[in-house]
């Protein structure tokens, strides 16, 4: 899966983007004079409005097709101190918001049409699986979804469903905002005792990035190692390389197949803003994310069972391959995936700045030692509160902004405490030093323990987790085997 935010969308200069509008526009307006599937001109002009949306929040003015960044129009005072609201852009490859509390989920819902998590869910998860939600959920870090009311159904019916997830293997370089959808994902699989396929998009990284093969896969494995860490159960979970699965699997790569059959270039590049420029891998591969969707992708613990429905667990940035894949599954008689979408994790530095595993101080890495986390906290975390004690103590911190508060709120179990930290933060009680002390006690005995349990993990246990075969399950109560 793609890596977010590191990607070449957010770099383009406003030129690049002024250009690409000009082109997208072209796009739509050729599509509808062709009278082309709805659909296809819906995701072409989806990507309009975020290409303007982003042009936006770079220039501080909207797009206007006579007039090109460096020639202001006449009369146009507004510029990047533009006070209006800037909207924030999403896709696979690029995460932009300028607000320091980070991006504005309620609009996102709404954007990509997904639903929110509310209490009701909520209450129906800890009904179904007899036990408190997980605090992501509890806390709204996983605060969308679809059709997860049909799991539900599925559960509650005896009816059989398996999770996927995944990591696209950019680097060996893994920090903690990366474990989130699999600290999640555990948890579902622990609770609903369902299986796990994990897919590590090497292929996706060797057509983005400056790797080879042999690189992409390595990285693929050294990742796996800290997913493995993770507590995963080697009966239960199947772990797979693209590039080493894909030429083994004929299930797979018919489904592939199948999904590249229907879907169309103008549809790929309306959803994911390709270009003509684009290798014919980056146009393809929306695909190979798709597949894992289906069962019958995975003879070797699934058969040929073509119905089992599929819960996907992943950051909202990850929606536009599965809004492609729903539109395409009825088509080629598959059930719908399901999904539920993570926040993104902030980087030290603020939640409107991206971090990167070129730069050290921009996350706590999984290598990081005690001594390290403590430093980076101290000097990089973004700070809610205020400039001088006195202030502090009179006006109190914001912790809509405060880093180490953000922070807080995925790794501290407690919400009793979290909630007293935030009210003490807020009224001046709590200094900034002793939040972050606070974050520090937390982040460096699960970083030690995350190493403690890789360091456990061999060649041996990795090619295992990897290897195609049937998991051990009961789906007797499932009736899966009749």
């Not at 999904?339 to 290598?367: C, E, R, V, Y």
């Not at 005995?445 to 403690?452: D, F, G, N, R, S």
Request: proline share 5%; hydrophobic share 35%; glycine share 6%.
């Amino acid at each position: 899966m793609a890596d977010v935010p590191n990607g070449e969308q957010g770099c383009a200069s406003p030129l690049e983007l002024f250009n690409r509008i000009a082109a997208q526009g072209e796009l739509v307006r050729s599509l509808k004079a062709g009278k082309a599937p709805q659909d296809e001109i819906d995701s072409a002009v989806q990507m309009l409005l975020s290409l303007k949306m982003s042009y936006k929040a770079a220039m501080g003015e909207d797009y206007k097709a006579d007039c090109p960044p460096g020639n202001p129009a006449p009369g146009n005072n507004s510029g990047l101190g533009a006070t209006e609201a800037e909207e924030d852009f999403v896709d696979p490859w690029t995460v932009q918001t300028s607000s320091a509390k980070g991006i504005d989920y309620d609009k996102l819902i709404v954007r990509f049409g997904s639903s929110k998590i509310d209490k009701e869910l909520v209450n129906r998860i800890e009904r179904a699986i007899g036990q408190k939600p997980h605090r992501f959920l509890r806390r709204g870090i996983f605060f969308s979804h679809r059709d997860m009311n049909q799991i539900l159904d599925a559960y509650e019916n005896k009816k059989p469903f398996y999770l996927y997830t995944g990591r696209g293997p950019s680097s060996e370089a893994m920090h903690v905002g990366h474990l989130i959808p699999f600290i999640f994902t555990k948890w579902l699989q622990d609770v609903f005792n369902v299986p796990l396929v994990i897919q590590m998009t090497d292929d996706e990284k060797y057509l983005w990035k400056d790797l080879t093969l042999d690189q992409a896969y390595g990285y693929a494995v050294e990742n796996a190692k800290d997913i493995i860490a993770c507590g995963f159960d080697i009966n239960k979970t199947f772990i797979f390389s693209d590039l080493d699965y894909m030429g083994t699997s004929p299930g797979f790569y018919k489904n592939v197949v199948k999904i590249q059959k229907h879907v169309t270039f103008n549809q790929v590049k309306g959803i994911f803003g390709f270009t003509d420029s684009d290798s014919i891998g980056k146009i393809s591969f929306p695909a190979i994310q798709a597949a894992p969707s289906f069962s019958n992708s995975f003879p070797q613990i699934f058969r040929d069972k073509t119905d089992v429905q599929c819960l996907i667990p992943c950051a909202i940035d990850q929606d536009p391959y599965f809004r492609m894949t729903r539109d395409v599954a009825p088509r080629i008689g598959y059930p719908k995936p399901a999904l539920l979408h993570s926040t993104f994790f902030p980087a030290l530095q603020g939640a409107q700045t991206k971090m990167s595993a070129s730069d050290p101080n921009s996350s706590i890495f999984l290598t990081d030692t005690a001594k390290q986390i403590k430093t980076k906290v101290n000097k990089h975390a973004f700070s809610g509160g205020r400039d001088t004690v006195e202030e502090h103590r009179e006006f109190g911190g914001n912790c809509d902004v405060d880093v180490s508060f953000m922070y807080l709120t995925f790794f501290l179990e407690d919400d009793d405490r979290l909630e007293q930290i935030r009210k003490d933060y807020t009224s001046g009680a709590m200094l900034t030093g002793e939040l972050k002390k606070i974050l520090i006690e937390v982040l460096q005995p699960l970083i030690a323990e995350h190493q403690a349990r890789r360091k456990e993990v061999t060649d041996e246990i990795v090619k295992e987790f990897m290897t195609p075969r049937k998991l051990s399950y009961d789906f007797q109560s499932f009736c899966f085997d009749t």
